[in-house]
């Protein structure tokens, strides 16, 4: 032992123990007047006399200090008296100051009292001065002292505080806070004590192991877990009064009954606990000191108890704290985590608008983040189609892919979610056939896919190993398919309109460029958006009796299924009337006419077209006869690239009776070129939002090396220079071209 944290109260001389007084002790008057000073003093006191060190007097204190009790007389040497203390030094020190007259101080000199188990540490200030008799002759020594005991276990176990404060400062972990507050206390105390520290969960209404570093292993873990309640030993009693609980002798106390047992095992046979409640009052836990015999706490004991149980609250409060900021950042950078992933996945599923394709990026951004594989299922015609799966390895891909649930077998998951509409979860293989065992499946969960509360397809994802989905994961997972089917929905309604607009557009264009006599033709057509909608350019090259061939390029105002009406109104008509009336000239009369006859519900926009005939000239070439209506002047290129245009009078059409409109004939001698487009060629803008206009396409063509160029030539070259000068950011209208080259 190091010490006391405690001074016990001195007691009154009991009959029969030595004391002073002078029947006992014979001397001069100053020796009496010491013992009355130090009779009744805490301060210890004793003569000795002779080179034996009889002791011939001493206060109660002394006897109390060295525990000598009633056993103790005057008139035998002190190192009776004190059994061992020849050993420690204090005799050699008696006789030096015997022998040489000379006082001596000591301070803070260490003494083990008593010997065996009773022995004990006591530290005192002290002085030995010399007893002179009337001649100036030393006839013993004088011993008066202070125990500093108390006050040294106090500075150290302040000492200690100080420590586990500056601990609790730097965030030291709870546990070694713990522990060292236990092992300080046991060490310092002046008798045995074992100490326990239990800690409450979130809800108050249990206490979990927290530190007791010399009580049994097996007690620790049969206490760990017991309720805050009342006859649950002390400290399930004192957590639940929410006051320090004194059991004196465990073997007698009612609290015990269900412990008993457990406490004459762990050798524990007294229990004072203490609650460690927080700043507002909440239980923390409890602060227990634990005795080997039955044992009532002094003051200064419940003292230490509620000084400890204080600093044991501020660790837990500052460990409470610290838990909840790291709980709060890990939230958060999962939050981060979560936000970033769906940000990558919907960046992923927005990024075109194929159908499939987003299915398929849909499996991909799951794995690995959601789980180790992946399957995407649509229902479809009464069947399930798998759509697109994901796995580590080409052959789990392959497996997966290959397993196609079956759309009425009620032992299916996919089936089950389809029909329900329902998330499944499961720690363990889907239900139905499946090369589950193959790819090492040991859960699952399935999401379905909906769109206006009908599921049409569901997400499947499959774990391997110990791994399971908890509620986070299987909340992100429905994060990620409430986004990913609106994006699978519009990519698949893209796609219908996407193929309805080709089909239209199909319908209403050349399925191919036929075979002219005596010339050949090439044709450009790009539309502009996405293919979302018909566009409003229109070609046509149909033949005419006679050897005669009709030609015609044009732009209806507008877009979309109106457009499509229009430009379907327009070459319909004129291949009708086409081979009953003399010329173009007539023919674009009579599509005039269609055009303003037309229901306001097939669309009231103008039409630009240039429409003409050809025919083989005489001595070589085409003889061509043209209209141009409203439209960009068609370009002449003759076999040395010169370009020029062909400018003729012509207005719009749908708009009056009265077009003006006049038949423009010219000759193209063999391999020169006319070339056709539609104004979205011209006016295709650059970054600084400038137009290629007439004259800058006009000089790309004659730029263009080689010598007379083919129809397809001409179509490469006026393709080149659009792109040449807008990229693709400046095709924002749509644009057609026909190129007839006369024969060489």
């Known amino acids: 032992m190091e010490g006391s944290w405690v001074m016990t109260p001195v007691p009154e001389p009991q009959p029969g123990q030595a004391q002073l007084g002078t029947d006992q002790i014979p001397g001069d008057r100053a020796e009496q007047d010491l013992r009355a000073l130090f009779g009744h003093s805490t301060a210890v006191f004793a003569s000795v006399a002779g080179p034996a060190h009889v002791l011939e007097a001493a206060n109660t204190a002394f006897f109390t200090a060295i525990g000598a009790g009633e056993r103790a007389r005057t008139g035998m040497p002190l190192g009776q008296v004190i059994p061992g203390l020849a050993g420690q030094g204090l005799n050699a020190v008696l006789d030096r100051v015997y022998r040489t007259g000379q006082p001596y101080v000591g301070r803070d000199a260490r003494v083990v009292l008593g010997t065996g188990p009773a022995a004990r540490e006591a530290y005192f200030d002290f002085t030995l001065e010399p007893r002179l008799d009337a001649g100036g002759n030393v006839t013993g020594v004088r011993i008066i002292g202070v125990e500093t005991t108390q006050a040294r276990h106090a500075q150290l176990l302040t000492a200690e505080h100080r420590a586990l404060l500056e601990q609790i400062a730097r965030q030291a972990p709870l546990k070694q806070v713990l522990e060292g507050m236990a092992r300080a206390i046991e060490e310092l105390a002046p008798e045995e004590v074992l100490v326990s520290v239990l800690l409450a969960d979130d809800d108050g209404r249990h206490l979990r192991h927290g530190a007791a570093p010399s009580l049994p292993d097996f007690y620790n873990r049969a206490i760990d877990g017991i309720g805050a309640g009342e006859g649950i030993g002390s400290c399930g009693t004192a957590a639940h009064r929410r006051q320090t609980v004194i059991v004196s002798d465990i073997a007698a106390d009612p609290l015990w009954e269900d412990f008993r047992d457990l406490a004459r095992a762990a050798g524990v046979a007294a229990c004072w606990s203490t609650p460690i409640l927080g700043r507002d009052g909440s239980l923390l836990g409890t602060f227990a000191m634990y005795h080997r015999v039955p044992r009532a706490p002094q003051e200064p004991d419940l003292a230490l108890a509620r000084v400890f149980a204080g600093t044991a609250a501020l660790a837990i409060e500052r460990h409470q704290a610290e838990q909840a900021r790291l709980a709060a950042e890990a939230k958060e950078e999962t939050a981060r985590r979560d936000l970033a992933f769906l940000l990558r996945a919907s960046t992923a599923l927005t990024s075109d608008l194929d159908y499939n394709q987003t299915l398929r990026r849909l499996a991909a951004s799951c794995v690995p983040d959601l789980a180790p594989m992946c399957a995407v299922d649509i229902a479809d015609a009464g069947r399930i189609r798998r759509v697109a799966t994901a796995a580590p390895d080409s052959e789990q891909e392959r497996l997966l892919a290959a397993h196609i649930p079956v759309y009425d077998a009620e032992d299916d998951a996919v089936t089950r979610v389809l029909a329900s509409g329902l998330t499944e979860v499961a720690r363990r293989i889907p239900t139905g056939p499946g090369p589950w065992q193959d790819l090492g499946v040991s859960g699952y969960l399935c999401v379905p896919l909906v769109d206006r509360g009908h599921a049409f397809g ?98 209806v105002c507008g877009r979309g299924a109106i457009a499509a009406t229009t430009t379907a109104l327009v070459r319909h008509t004129a291949r009708a009337v086409a081979p009953l009336l003399p010329g173009p000239g007539a023919v674009v009369q009579a599509v005039n006419k269609a055009l303003l006859d037309r229901p306001d519900s097939h669309g009231t926009g103008f039409v630009t077209m240039v429409y003409g005939h050809l025919a083989p000239a005489d001595g070589g070439g085409l003889g061509i006869a043209l209209v141009r209506a409203g439209h960009p002047p068609p370009l002449h290129i003759d076999r040395r690239r010169a370009v020029r245009p062909v400018d003729v009078e012509g207005s719009f059409l749908g708009v009056t009776d009265e077009p003006r409109l006049r038949e423009c004939q010219l000759r193209l001698e063999p ?16 970054a600084e939002h400038e137009q290629l206009g007439e004259e800058r396409l006009a000089q790309a063509l004659r730029q263009e090396p080689g010598g007379a160029p083919t129809a397809q030539q001409v179509i490469d070259a006026v393709t080149a220079a659009v792109h040449a000068f807008a990229g693709d950011v400046g095709l924002g209208d749509d644009q057609a071209a026909l190129v007839l080259t006369a024969g060489r």
């Open 671 to 686: 391999a020169e070129s006319l070339l056709l487009y539609t104004d979205g060629i011209t006016e295709a803008r650059n």
């Open 458 to 555: 569901t997400l499947t994802l499959l774990t391997t190993g110990d791994q399971a989905f908890d509620g986070h994961a299987v909340a992100l997972a429905e994060e990620l398919v409430r986004r990913a089917a609106p994006a699978a929905v519009n990519a698949r309604q893209y796609s219908q309109r996407a193929d309805l607009a080709r089909d239209l557009q199909a319908g209403l264009l050349l399925p191919g460029v036929p075979a002219l006599p005596a010339a050949e033709a090439a044709v450009y057509y790009h539309p502009a958006g996405e293919g979302l909608e018909v566009g409003g350019d229109f070609y046509d090259i149909f033949p005419l009796p006679g050897g005669r061939w009709a030609f015609m390029l044009g732009d």
